[in-house]
DNA sequence: TTATGTGCAAAACATTTGCAGGAGT
DNA sequence: ACTCCTGCAAATGTTTTGCACATAA
């Protein structure tokens, strides 16, 4: 594991992170790259993606690898749940509590040492629940 | 969706349905397509890719969006969870009573229509775990 | 017969990596 | 100074797609 005292504080770290604790949404990698490159502009996507993977690593931010085709990245490192959107993708917090005791049913059933778990809620935002309804008339 | 009555039975279908029965891991597209090809030599990989697409829409298999860079394929469409190796990426599925109450929770802690979870645990099976041991002496 | 499916190869994405030069400590 | 880090570009790995031919119904 990534030690954080060997991890230099450098400009394009900082401002990662500052973007990254910016918004609630869970960005792609991409997502940041375009966030960060407003102040960077002559960041590389490489440096983007090794310092997400870095401060996954070292416990500062979250990698969700949640359904869908990228990976995505949350700045609230506190254990919580997700939704996400079946239609468009988008990824929400759930503020519920975590389920304590599963880690332990879960582990007397297979042959596993349960180390965490997570739950991914599938659904429809507001937003694409209400244009299902309009599209569902054929 | 998929209609299951405009679906052909292609040679192709059969066999990337029965190979993926035999077995209980929960093989990568690229697994199934090595597995498929000891019996159909000439099978394209896109036709996999397109077939296993096709029979999850259809709900004939399941289609698991767990973490790792790869989607897994599922012959067992009633719904349990799945337990995935941090060290080696081995998926298994966890004989536990799914969660009945959880969706109506979330439901009220956000603005989505839910309409499933998914819980995937996350561990050492029992292989990595006894390796773990051996290499943490340092 | 004809819509649907297949093999093949190229394209499209997402992510990782090698390397020469740059910057934090 | 001496690592560690960055930008750039090329490589890798996964999945999708276009197209001409094949085949199930």
Tied chains: 1, 2.
Excluded: W
């Excluded at 991890?7 to 500052?18: D, F, V, Y």
């Excluded at 870095?54 to 931010?61: H, K, P």
């Excluded at 085709?69 to 917090?93: I, L, N, S, W």
């Amino acid at each position: 594991m990534q030690e954080l005292t060997s991890m230099r504080l450098t400009t394009q770290r900082q401002i990662i992170l500052e973007e990254l604790l910016k918004v609630t949404s869970h960005p792609t990698a991409n997502e940041v790259y375009d966030m960060v490159r407003k102040r960077l502009p002559r960041i590389g996507l490489g440096t983007v993606y090794r310092n997400l993977e870095l401060m996954a690593e070292t416990g500062m931010i979250l990698k969700l690898e949640v359904g869908g085709t990228q990976k995505r990245f949350d700045a609230t490192v506190t254990p919580h749940y997700h939704v996400r959107c079946m239609e468009c993708g988008k990824v929400d917090d759930i503020k519920m509590p975590v389920q304590e005791g599963i880690n332990e049913i879960a582990a007397q059933a297979c042959h596993y040492q349960i180390l965490g778990h997570h739950i991914e809620f599938t659904g429809l935002c507001s937003n694409c629940a209400r244009s299902q309804q309009k599209t569902s008339i054929n």
